[in-house]
Protein backbone atom coordinates (compact mmCIF):
# COMPACT_ATOMS: atom_id res chain seq x y z
CA UNK A 1 0.00 0.00 0.00
CA UNK A 2 1.37 3.56 -0.68
CA UNK A 3 -0.10 6.53 0.15
CA UNK A 4 1.45 9.67 -1.61
CA UNK A 5 0.81 13.29 -0.67
CA UNK A 6 1.56 16.52 -2.43
CA UNK A 7 0.72 19.99 -2.86
CA UNK A 8 2.30 21.39 -0.11
CA UNK A 9 4.19 24.66 -0.43
CA UNK A 10 5.23 28.42 1.00
CA UNK A 11 1.93 30.48 1.02
CA UNK A 12 0.96 33.73 2.37
CA UNK A 13 -1.73 33.81 5.23
CA UNK A 14 -5.03 34.10 3.74
CA UNK A 15 -4.25 32.06 0.56
CA UNK A 16 -5.83 28.84 -0.34
CA UNK A 17 -3.71 25.59 -0.87
CA UNK A 18 -5.01 21.81 -2.02
CA UNK A 19 -3.06 18.97 -0.86
CA UNK A 20 -3.92 15.44 -2.66
CA UNK A 21 -3.20 11.85 -1.36
CA UNK A 22 -2.90 9.74 -3.87
CA UNK A 23 -3.75 5.86 -2.59
CA UNK A 24 -2.38 2.63 -4.60
CA UNK A 25 -1.88 -0.90 -3.76
CA UNK A 26 -4.95 -2.15 -2.95
CA UNK A 27 -8.61 -1.18 -2.80
CA UNK A 28 -10.26 1.07 -0.15
CA UNK A 29 -13.07 0.27 -0.06
CA UNK A 30 -15.07 0.72 3.63
CA UNK A 31 -11.46 2.54 4.27
CA UNK A 32 -11.92 5.60 6.05
CA UNK A 33 -9.21 8.09 4.58
CA UNK A 34 -7.71 10.73 7.01
CA UNK A 35 -5.35 13.91 7.04
CA UNK A 36 -3.21 14.67 9.89
CA UNK A 37 -0.53 17.21 10.85
CA UNK A 38 2.62 17.50 13.00
CA UNK A 39 3.55 21.39 13.42
CA UNK A 40 7.35 21.79 14.50
CA UNK A 41 7.69 20.24 18.37
CA UNK A 42 4.22 19.19 18.13
CA UNK A 43 2.35 16.12 18.65
CA UNK A 44 0.59 14.89 15.38
CA UNK A 45 -3.28 15.72 15.83
CA UNK A 46 -6.17 14.49 13.30
CA UNK A 47 -7.64 17.35 11.13
CA UNK A 48 -10.07 15.28 8.84
CA UNK A 49 -11.08 12.01 7.65
CA UNK A 50 -13.77 10.22 5.26
CA UNK A 51 -15.20 6.96 4.68
CA UNK A 52 -14.07 5.67 1.19
CA UNK A 53 -17.96 4.49 0.55
CA UNK A 54 -20.04 6.58 1.76
CA UNK A 55 -18.05 10.22 1.74
CA UNK A 56 -18.78 10.59 5.67
CA UNK A 57 -16.83 13.26 6.47
CA UNK A 58 -15.48 14.54 10.04
CA UNK A 59 -13.34 17.16 11.37
CA UNK A 60 -11.30 18.70 13.97
CA UNK A 61 -13.06 21.79 15.44
CA UNK A 62 -10.13 24.02 14.89
CA UNK A 63 -10.11 23.42 11.06
CA UNK A 64 -14.28 23.30 10.69
CA UNK A 65 -15.10 25.83 8.19
CA UNK A 66 -11.67 26.32 6.26
CA UNK A 67 -10.60 22.56 5.60
CA UNK A 68 -12.77 20.59 3.44
CA UNK A 69 -11.77 17.01 2.87
CA UNK A 70 -12.92 14.74 -0.44
CA UNK A 71 -12.12 11.79 -2.29
CA UNK A 72 -12.33 10.74 -5.76
CA UNK A 73 -13.09 7.35 -6.04
CA UNK A 74 -11.87 7.04 -9.82
CA UNK A 75 -8.48 8.53 -9.30
CA UNK A 76 -8.04 7.28 -6.36
CA UNK A 77 -7.27 10.08 -4.11
CA UNK A 78 -8.27 11.81 -1.29
CA UNK A 79 -7.90 15.83 -1.31
CA UNK A 80 -7.76 18.08 1.22
CA UNK A 81 -9.01 21.74 0.41
CA UNK A 82 -7.35 24.40 2.68
CA UNK A 83 -8.35 27.95 2.56
CA UNK A 84 -8.03 31.21 4.33
CA UNK A 85 -4.64 29.73 5.67
CA UNK A 86 -3.04 31.14 9.23
CA UNK A 87 0.49 30.65 10.23
CA UNK A 88 -0.90 28.20 12.62
CA UNK A 89 -1.50 26.11 9.98
CA UNK A 90 2.19 25.49 9.77
CA UNK A 91 3.03 21.66 10.07
CA UNK A 92 3.75 18.91 7.92
CA UNK A 93 0.51 16.94 6.37
CA UNK A 94 0.36 13.46 6.44
CA UNK A 95 -2.48 11.38 4.98
CA UNK A 96 -3.72 8.11 6.07
CA UNK A 97 -5.66 5.33 6.41
CA UNK A 98 -7.25 2.74 8.13
CA UNK A 99 -9.71 -0.05 8.42
CA UNK A 100 -13.13 0.54 9.38
CA UNK A 101 -12.99 -1.51 12.74
CA UNK A 102 -9.49 -0.40 13.32
CA UNK A 103 -8.83 2.41 15.77
CA UNK A 104 -5.07 3.05 14.72
CA UNK A 105 -4.19 4.05 11.14
CA UNK A 106 -3.19 0.95 9.39
CA UNK A 107 -1.26 2.96 6.72
CA UNK A 108 0.68 6.32 6.49
CA UNK A 109 1.99 8.41 3.77
CA UNK A 110 5.05 10.44 3.67
CA UNK A 111 4.03 13.90 4.57
CA UNK A 112 4.07 17.08 3.02
CA UNK A 113 4.94 20.46 4.46
CA UNK A 114 2.76 23.54 4.43
CA UNK A 115 4.41 26.49 5.73
CA UNK A 116 1.85 29.69 6.02
CA UNK A 117 3.86 33.01 6.14
CA UNK A 118 2.29 36.52 7.95
Known amino acids: VQLQASGGGLVQAGESLRLSCKASGRTFTNFIMGWFRQAPGKEREFVADITWNLGSTNYADSVKGRFTISRDKAKNTVDLQIDTLKPEDTAVYYC????????????WGRGTLVTVSS
Open 96 to 107: GARRPMSRDYNF
